[in-house]
């Protein structure tokens, strides 16, 4: 078997494994929604897959890799508990975990994330109808919600007539994902999933409608996203987008047969010998082994990106650890600051790093200061309630290795804490950002206070025009 | 001219993303890997030698406790003011910071596990609004 046809047998592994799989009430068994352990710069920690995964096979998927390495997990498709979850939403909250999310976050309108680890729209919601009911749901509740995606099941009647109805309350947005700029280059990194023009049909479907849509460009991949992205960023522009929302494909130290499968495809197709060798030598050790290219191999490619977005008055967004101080809005989905055709929208938190860098760059550039971030100044526990929650605190993968003593006191706000004072967890701003911020002294609760450094590349790019004001 | 050679031929005062960007030109994908490889090496951060964070004063001031029964948080309850929305936390622990100022005065003595009052103390009231333990008369 040539590794074409392993590539394109393992892409489809979960399709395969659940061949004529009906859902019932016993696979009611995935927890979700659930907090992301990203929470630290993250604007939606709200998030939430209908399936436990889903039916695309994209080579570069960080979820499959981080559940294919998971020795608990099952391959066999289960599904939430979506009846509980519509009462939840409705203000009916019927158990223990879902009146803790409702005080938190529903009661709040609290912007719904939904596309996390799975496809909101793929070939499992065609057969199984399940997502549908809770779409119904939050349009039924004006609820916002921003959903990531590139399945085609949202082209299916039932999908568009109820998108169409709801389209004057605009509560949805929509991140279309988008990495391979032709059709040609998506068939060989994304088996199973409907190709490039359909996914740019999808954005202009429901740009005419009336949402607020977005270019998920996520993951960035060198090598491949490169060749031929202004003519995608132009299509996309033409479709109705109003953001990109830009992140570099990331690789696991760790790895797993078919991940290995994988790897060895995805060097071939950007143009390396061992896909492990090229993230080694040039990823920065101190973000551990989640090995994330460093600054100077991504700059040219977000200059593209942010000069585009610069020019036609699009929000632009990064999520990358690198270059996430050019965010334009503070939520590196690409969210709006202002949404004033329905203000639920802007309903994300501030309360993390993403926007106080954004700040920081701003200050920096508008008035030439340096800005200092404390830690106080970032996480509000007050408005982000979630935050000293200990039930919701063992979402967070950190507690993995926590005895069970240790979990009973853990939240996400010790975690920001623990995190934020560890200048060797890779997770630690200063290691993060890869010295983007870093600890100049320690305030009076002894946290950290980080400032904000000035890159070579921000005198050079305002030179040549770009602004680094916005 | 080998990749090697390229990257140790550099012009004054050029960046080395300037350098990239001219040694990319014309070059194949595989070509383009490999001067990233050579040239784009991750810097280091700089190391931090300031003051390392510790325990703060506000932890320093703050006790979790567990008590063996919930009738004693219920009993507390009663006495003081607890958020509940934030995990049983509360400021207002002046009753126990009087407890514990009694013990330090001896008022109270805690003797084989037990708490009793003083001998020397007795309970005194001052016309019917307030109870004061004070030193008893020799």
């Known amino acids: 078997m040539s590794l074409r046809d392993e590539i394109f047998d393992e892409g489809r592994r979960f399709v395969l494994e659940n061949k004529g799989l009906k859902l019932d009430d016993k696979g009611r068994q995935y927890l979700s929604p659930r907090i992301s352990s990203e929470f630290m710069d993250c604007s939606m920690p709200l998030t939430f897959d209908q399936y436990s995964h889903c039916s695309l096979g994209c080579i570069y998927c960080f979820a499959y890799f981080f559940k294919s390495c998971n020795q608990t997990f099952s391959s066999k498709l289960h599904t939430v508990n979506h009846t509980a979850l519509i009462d939840t939403i409705h203000g009916e909250p019927n158990s223990a975990r879902n009146k803790i999310m409702y005080e938190h976050f529903f009661k709040k309108k609290f912007l719904f994330h939904w596309g996390g680890m799975a496809d909101p729209f793929c070939n499992f919601e065609k057969s199984n109808g399940i997502g549908y009911q809770i779409v119904k749901a939050l349009a039924e509740e004006n609820y916002p919600t921003l959903f990531s995606f590139k399945g085609s099941a949202i082209f299916k009647p039932n999908f568009q007539n109820l998108f169409g109805d709801y389209s004057k309350q605009k509560n949805f947005a929509f991140q279309v994902s988008i990495i391979a700029p032709t059709d040609k280059q998506s068939k060989e990194v994304e088996i199973g999933v409907p190709v490039t023009s359909r996914r740019i049909e999808a954005i202009r479907m429901l740009s005419q409608m009336g949402y607020y849509t977005i270019l998920r460009l996520r993951p960035y991949i060198i090598g491949i996203t490169n060749e031929g992205i202004d003519d995608l960023l132009h299509k996309c522009l033409e479709a109705g987008i109003r953001a990109v929302s830009m992140e570099f494909f990331a690789m696991d130290a760790r790895s797993s047969v078919g991940m290995r499968k994988r790897y060895e495809w995805l060097s071939k197709l950007i143009g390396v010998k061992s896909l492990q060798k090229y993230f080694r030598a040039l990823s920065p050790s101190e973000r551990g082994g989640y090995m994330r290219l460093n600054r100077l191999v991504k700059e040219k490619y977000v200059k593209t990106v942010y000069k585009f977005c610069q020019d036609n008055n699009l929000v632009f967004a990064c999520s990358d650890p690198d270059f996430k101080e050019l965010n334009t809005s503070g939520s590196c989905c690409g969210m709006p600051d202002k949404y004033p055709a329905n203000p639920l929208l802007e309903n994300w938190t501030r309360g993390q790093m993403t926007y106080m860098i954004k700040e920081a760059r701003k200050k920096h550039h508008m008035h030439g200061t340096q800005a200092k971030i404390k830690f106080d100044s970032v996480y509000h526990p007050n408005t982000d309630t979630y935050l000293n929650e200990v039930e919701l605190g063992q979402d967070h993968v950190m507690v993995s290795d926590r005895t069970q003593a240790q979990r009973q006191g853990i939240t996400y706000l010790k975690i920001a804490k623990e995190i934020w004072n560890n200048l060797r967890s890779p997770s630690n701003p200063r290691n993060y950002f890869h010295g983007k911020v870093m600890p100049i002294t320690i305030d009076g609760d002894g946290n950290f206070i980080y400032k904000y450094i000035e890159d070579e590349y921000e005198e050079k790019w305002k030179s040549e025009g770009l602004d680094l004001t916005r | ?138």
């Open chain 2, 1 to 138: 001219m080998t990749i090697s050679k390229f990257t140790k031929t550099k012009s004054h005062n050029e960046s080395i993303i300037e350098r990239f960007e001219k040694l990319i030109k014309n070059s194949s994908k595989r070509e383009i890997r490999k001067i990233e490889m050579a040239l784009l090496k991750p810097q280091p951060i700089k190391r931090y030698t300031g003051k390392q964070p510790g325990i703060s004063s506000f932890h320093k001031k703050t006790i979790e406790f567990t008590f063996s029964s919930e009738k004693y948080v219920e009993q507390i309850e009663k006495l003081i003011r607890i958020n509940k929305h934030i995990r049983f936390n509360t400021h207002d622990t002046h009753i126990f910071e009087e407890f514990l100022d009694m013990i330090s005065a001896e008022k109270l003595i805690i003797e084989n596990g037990k708490l009793i009052m003083a001998s020397n103390y007795i309970l005194k009231s001052d016309g019917g609004k307030q109870t004061k333990i004070t030193r008893r008369k020799k």
